[in-house]
C-alpha cells in the first residue's frame, strides 16, 4: 500500500446535511465550513448589472455544494438560494444538441477550439462563420436552434426537461428575468441574426433567441448546479433518479469543451489551477466536474473581469488543491472504497470462549463493525469511508477499517483518517486498523492519534471480541484465572467427581513462544489453561503458518488427538506466561481402571464439550464462507 503524498499542507475536509448519531459534523463537513468562512471574507468583484433584473442581488450570499458521483451531497451556506443559470445552461443544451443531432452534424455548425474571448464575443470563422465553440454566446445561440421539438414537446420544454433530469427536480423560468434579457440583450439578438445570414442557424432567429434567453433565466440553486454536475460525472447518469439523461459519448463531447473553453479567456488559468472541466455564469453560479468522483457547485454573486464569480473561482481552486481533484492527481475512476460491511458476529475470531462470553458476543458483537477496502483510496474513495464513520449506528462502539485490499493512500485520505480517528474519539468511539504495512497506522501516529492496529482481521476481531466482553460481561466472563473443576469441560460434572479429576492433574507452566505441542505427537493427555494465553496453528501449503485459535483460562486442548490416531494436528504455543494443569494419558488410564463410573462420566463431559466447539466452529466458518 502506497501512500501518495502531497507538498500541500491544506486543511481537512467537510459535509453539511449528513444524517448521523454524531454531534459533531464529518471531516468533509468541518472541512467545506472552514473554507467557507474564510473565502467570504474575500470582497472582490461585483454581480452583474446589464441585465436589469439581476442588479440587486445580495453580494454577500455565498454557497457550497459538492455532490459525489453516486449523489451523497456536501453543503454549506446559501444553497438553496435560487439564482438564474445564465452560462451554465451551455453544456447542457450542448449536450441534447448532440443527443439530437449526432457529433457530425453539430460540428458542422459549431466548432470545439478555445476561442480566447470573453463570453459574449463576436467569434465566428472567417468564410462560414462558424463560432468557435459551444460555451460562447455564438455557439450557444447554435446549439439552442440544434434542439428539436419532439413527442409533442416545443425546444424549450425539452431544454427545460433535461435540466431538471440532471437537477433531479423540476425547475422553473423567472419570467422576470426572461423579459429583462430579452428587452436588454441587443449583442444576443445580432449574434443570432449574424449566425442567420451564414446558414449557421437555418430558420428565423428570433424563436431561437427567446428560447436561448429562457434557458438563461432557468432557476436554480448551488444543490441543483451540484447534483447536475455530479451526473456528468457520473457518465450522465443522475446519481439519485438513476434516469440515463445523456449518452456517454454527449457527455465525453461536453466534458472536454468545458474543459478547454468553459471559462471562456482564463480557460488556461482554470485548467491549470483547478484541474476540471468547469463552467461559469453571470448569475454567480460556478460548476466544476471531476469525471467518476464528484460534482462542485459554488455560489456567489460578486464577478471579476472575465465574468465568473470571484468566490467560486477562489473555492474551486482551494478544494482542488487541497482535495487533490486535479484531473492529474485524481485520473482514476472514483467509486466507493468499501467493498464490504459488517458487524464481527460475521466473522468471528475463532477463539473459544467460555458460554458466558459466547452469549456476551451473540448480544453485543454488532457493536463493532468492520469496513473492507479496496482499490486506491483517492477523494472519491477516502469520502465513502468518511461518510460512513460519520453515519455509524448510535450502538456502534468500535469499528474496524480493513485495509489489507488497498493499492495507494493519497494524502488527502491520511487526513481524513486522523480527523475521522479524532472524530470517534470524542464521540467515544475506536477505531481499529487492519494495517500489515502500517501505512495508516504510522501516519496517524505521526498526527498523535495512536490507534489499535493488527497484521490481520482475525486479530483485529479477537481484540474487538475481547474489548466487548470487557464492556458488556461480568468479571467472570473473562477471568484471569480458571481452575479446571471451574471449566466448562468438567463444570457438567458432580462438584466431588470433578474435584476427584483436577486431583490426577499435573501442573505445567510455559514461557512466551514455548512450544506445549507439535504437529504429529502422540496423545499426551487433556490439557486445561489455568491462567494465560495459548496460541494454536497449523503448516499452510506455501510452509507458512496458519494461526487457528487463541485459548485462555477454563480452555482445554489435546483432546482431539484422540480422534485422529491419537495425534496432534496442530502446534500449541504459549502467547505469554501459562500455567496449566494436565491430565495425563497415564492418569486417564488409571482413572478407568480405579473408578470406571467416574471415568464415563468424565468422558462424557469431553465429548459434549468437543461437539460444543465443534459446532461452534462450524457455524463460524459457514459464516466466513458466506462472507
Not at 502506497?2 to 459533531?24: E, F
Not at 477463539?351 to 453485543?364: F, G
Not at 462502539?397 to 480517528?421: I, Q, T
Request: proline share 5%.
Amino acid at each position: 500500500m502506497r501512500s501518495s503524498s502531497s507538498p500541500t499542507a491544506a486543511s481537512a475536509p467537510s459535509s453539511p446535511h449528513i444524517p448521523g448519531s454524531y454531534p459533531s459534523s464529518s471531516p468533509i463537513e468541518s472541512y467545506l465550513r472552514r473554507i467557507h468562512a474564510e473565502i467570504a471574507e474575500l470582497k472582490d468583484g461585483k454581480p452583474y448589472s446589464s441585465i436589469p433584473a439581476m442588479a440587486n442581488v445580495d453580494p454577500n450570499n455565498f454557497g457550497i455544494a459538492l455532490a459525489t458521483a453516486d449523489g451523497y451531497v456536501y453543503e454549506v451556506g446559501d444553497t438553496r438560494e435560487e439564482f438564474s443559470i445564465q452560462s451554465i445552461s451551455k453544456p447542457f443544451t450542448y449536450g441534447l444538441a448532440l443527443a439530437d443531432r449526432g457529433m457530425e452534424a453539430v460540428d458542422a455548425k459549431v466548432d470545439v477550439e478555445p476561442s480566447g474571448d470573453s463570453f459574449n464575443e463576436i467569434s465566428l470563422a472567417e468564410g462560414t462563420g462558424r463560432p468557435a465553440n459551444a460555451m460562447i454566446n455564438a455557439g450557444a445561440l447554435t446549439a439552442t436552434s440544434l434542439v428539436r421539438s419532439s413527442g409533442g414537446s416545443t425546444r424549450f420544454k425539452r431544454i427545460l426537461n433535461t435540466y431538471s433530469a440532471f437537477a433531479g427536480r423540476q425547475l422553473s423560468v423567472s419570467e422576470r428575468i426572461y423579459r429583462s434579457e430579452l428587452k436588454s440583450g441587443h449583442r444576443n439578438h445580432a449574434l443570432a441574426y449574424l449566425l442567420r445570414s451564414f446558414d449557421i442557424i437555418e430558420s428565423d432567429p428570433a424563436p431561437v433567441i427567446k428560447d436561448y434567453f429562457r434557458q438563461c433565466s432557468v432557476m436554480v440553486n448551488a444543490l441543483d448546479l451540484a447534483m447536475m454536475a455530479a451526473t456528468l460525472a457520473n457518465s450522465g447518469r443522475n446519481p439519485l433518479s438513476g434516469d440515463q439523461v445523456l449518452d456517454i459519448e454527449s457527455v465525453e463531447r461536453v466534458l472536454s469543451v468545458m474543459a478547454t473553453c468553459g471559462m471562456y479567456d482564463d480557460a488556461g488559468a482554470w485548467l491549470s489551477s483547478v484541474g476540471m472541466p468547469a463552467k461559469s455564469g453571470v448569475g454567480g453560479g460556478t460548476i466544476a466536474v471531476l469525471p467518476g468522483q464528484v460534482g462542485l457547485a459554488v455560489y456567489s454573486p460578486p464577478l471579476d473581469e472575465h465574468g465568473s464569480s470571484v468566490r467560486g473561482v477562489a473555492t474551486s481552486q482551494r478544494i482542488s488543491h487541497d482535495m487533490q481533484l486535479h484531473f492529474v492527481r485524481a485520473a482514476r475512476t472514483g467509486r466507493s472504497a468499501i467493498r464490504n460491511v459488517y458487524d464481527i458476529t460475521a466473522a468471528p475470531s475463532g477463539i473459544r470462549r467460555t458460554d458466558e462470553a459466547v452469549e456476551v458476543l451473540r448480544s453485543h458483537g454488532h457493536r463493532a463493525q468492520v469496513l473492507e477496502l479496496n482499490g486506491d483510496l483517492l477523494f472519491a474513495g477516502a469520502e465513502s469511508v468518511v461518510r460512513a464513520l460519520s453515519t455509524l449506528d448510535d450502538d456502534v462502539d468500535m469499528v474496524v477499517l480493513d485495509l489489507r485490499s488497498v493499492d495507494e493512500v493519497s494524502e488527502v485520505a491520511l487526513r481524513l483518517f486522523a480527523e475521522s480517528a479524532e472524530m470517534l474519539a470524542m464521540n467515544r468511539l475506536g477505531l481499529v486498523l487492519v494495517d500489515g504495512e502500517g501505512t495508516v497506522t504510522n501516519d496517524l501516529a505521526a498526527r498523535g492519534r495512536e490507534v489499535p492496529s493488527f497484521p490481520t482481521r482475525n486479530a483485529a476481531v479477537e481484540y474487538c471480541e475481547t474489548q466487548l466482553i470487557a464492556s458488556y460481561g461480568s468479571e467472570l466472563v473473562l477471568p484471569d484465572v480458571m481452575e479446571p473443576v471451574e471449566s466448562p469441560a468438567l463444570n457438567q460434572l458432580d462438584p466431588e467427581d470433578a474435584q476427584k479429576v483436577q486431583d490426577l492433574m499435573e501442573e505445567r507452566v510455559y514461557d512466551d513462544g514455548d512450544v506445549v505441542r507439535r504437529v504429529g505427537q502422540r496423545f499426551g493427555g487433556v490439557f486445561f489453561i489455568v491462567s494465560g494465553m495459548i496460541a494454536t496453528s497449523m503448516p499452510a501449503p506455501d510452509g507458512s503458518r496458519i494461526k487457528l485459535t487463541t485459548l485462555g483460562p477454563g480452555m482445554t486442548f489435546g483432546e482431539m488427538a484422540l480422534g485422529t490416531d491419537k495425534r496432534q494436528e496442530t502446534t500449541v504455543k504459549a502467547s505469554g506466561p501459562v500455567r496449566l494443569k494436565v491430565l495425563t494419558a497415564d492418569a486417564m488410564d488409571s482413572l478407568e481402571e480405579e473408578n470406571p463410573r467416574l471415568a464415563v462420566e468424565l468422558w462424557k463431559a469431553l465429548t459434549r464439550d468437543a461437539y460444543t466447539r465443534v459446532e461452534q466452529y462450524l457455524r463460524e466458518s459457514a459464516l466466513r464462507a458466506r462472507d
